[in-house]
């Protein structure tokens, strides 16, 4: 069994490091990727630029092709492999169901994004965040740019009658950013969808925010979705 994790945005450096909540998985005998993709900062600025707006489908790609290494180097099967990643990581978790389910055995998105052309409400409150957003992935309303988000959003990609692979989505009901209204629309869909008899599971945490909250729910949170992994992958803790 193995686990893949990147990011790959907002010119973010996800640095290797030891990721405590992901210790039972390796004693029960699992293997821990980590992708650096185009679209992070890495290895700079021009890193990041060719991972963003409408170079955006790099960084799916760099995680696909990845993945098919691992493969094809025997390190695992698409049937053991798990894949996740959190916040801008869970948007490319969600391209990762839509667009190479045949990659994965199970897949949970951390606080994603899947509507990319209605990512955040119209309200004003909300302006900060959407600049932010118009940074990276560009403004849905651009005649250009919302061809290029629609092409890869994970909730306009979902397609009848395809095998996916079992989902756990993890919001937080306070989340101002990644709203727990995409993962409503997106279980719908992808219940309706899929043929393989998989779970798609959506798990909202109460008054937590684009974090874990407090103490407990920063463990709890984690723990539940490693072990939702370990039981879709037939792992049995050490």
Known sequence: PAFITGYGGFNGALMPMFLAHLAPFVQAGGVVIHANLRGGGEYGKQWHE???????WNVFLDLFAVAEQVISDGVTRPDRF???????GGLLAGAAVAHRPDLWRVVVPVVPIFDQMEPLPLDPQFDPVRAIFFEDYGDPSHPTMSKVLYSYSPYHNVRDG??????FQVFGEKDLGCMPFHG???TARLQAATTSGR???LRVWKNVGHGGGDTETSVLLPTEWVGFI?????????
Not at 162 to 167: G, I, S
């Open 50 to 56: 060719a991972g963003r707006l409408a170079c955006k």
């Open 82 to 88: 798990a894949m996740t990643g959190a916040s801008n």
């Open 162 to 167: 395809v095998e996916y692979p079992a989902v």
């Open 184 to 186: 409503r629309k997106f």
């Open 199 to 201: 779970p798609v599971l």
């Open 230 to 238: 370990m039981r879709e992958l037939g792992m049995e803790p050490a």
